[in-house]
């Protein structure tokens, strides 16, 4: 029988589960469209920002780094500096940066790359749950048709007027639930792994640039207070020599 014949001879119940585990792999295909798409613009968004916002950290331009993270706003990395610079310039004007100061920027950092990843994350609840339960669906459609098969043939007495044809074409119609149930499945559970590989290496460049980020911190607030020595011993040769 082709699937065509198979369709004409399902009954609702069997109808119904196509149906359902039609509408569950329209969902995964929707959600790993949008992850495609988000994900590559996230990604070349970031390719371009980091020479730059390098660049802006090395000339300790703080005006140009922040600048760049409100430009490029698909990127990942840039979100995880979002707020960021403010507080490091009012600070560094009056040559204080404590290290108070840096942990909370730290905690900062952390709070939008939890945010990120959360960006990231959603829709994979979904993706993971019809993995899950894709073919358990395709099996109950496979357990009701067995079981009316079954039916059948006590109803008729044996292998009834079909004969073992009859039967074959019944459990055929039932196991194609399974089949339908195991091709949803298959690719929402691969797609879900690829997504959360790709989620699991975006986490790991931001930690990496978050602690390059806090290290630099540290030399700059090195450097502040280093100033602020040089400024204050100025100061007194100047008190000394009047």
């Known amino acids: 029988m082709t699937l065509t014949e198979l369709w004409s001879t399902m009954g609702y119940f069997a109808k119904g589960i196509v149906f359902t585990l039609l509408i569950m792999s329209i969902f995964v295909l929707t959600i790993a469209v949008r992850k495609l ?5 996230s990604r070349s968004s970031t390719v371009k920002f980091s020479p730059l916002f390098s ?10 780094a922040e600048m760049l ?4 706003q698909k990127s990942h990395l840039a979100g995880a500096f979002r707020r960021v610079f403010p507080a490091i310039k009012f600070h560094s004007m009056d040559y204080a940066l404590s290290a108070a100061e840096i942990a909370s920027v730290q905690r900062l950092i952390e709070l939008n790359t939890i945010e990120q990843l959360a960006r990231f994350r959603r829709g994979l609840g979904v993706m993971a749950t019809v993995g899950a339960t894709a073919p358990f669906v395709g099996l ?3 357990t009701m048709g ?11 007495g044996g292998l009834g007027a079909g004969g073992l044809g009859g039967v ?3 459990i055929a119609e039932a196991l194609i639930t399974t089949a339908f149930g195991l091709s949803v499945a298959i690719p929402a559970v691969w797609l879900y792994n690829y ?3 790709r989620i699991d290496y975006v986490s790991m460049e931001i930690t990496y640039a978050s602690k390059e980020f806090i290290d630099f911190l540290l030399r ?3 450097k502040l207070k280093a100033g602020e020595g040089g400024n204050v011993l100025e100061f007194e040769r100047q008190n000394s020599l009047k």
């Open 55 to 64: 660049k802006a950290l090395a000339d300790e331009d703080f005006s140009a």
């Open 146 to 156: 067995v079981v009316k098969t079954f039916q059948s043939m006590g109803t008729s």
């Open 195 to 197: 997504f959360i590989n």
């Open 37 to 41: 798409i988000d994900m590559g613009r």
């Open 69 to 72: 993270v409100e430009k490029n």
């Open 220 to 222: 700059y607030e090195a």
């Open 140 to 142: 109950l459609g496979t």
């Open 168 to 170: 074959t074409a019944g």
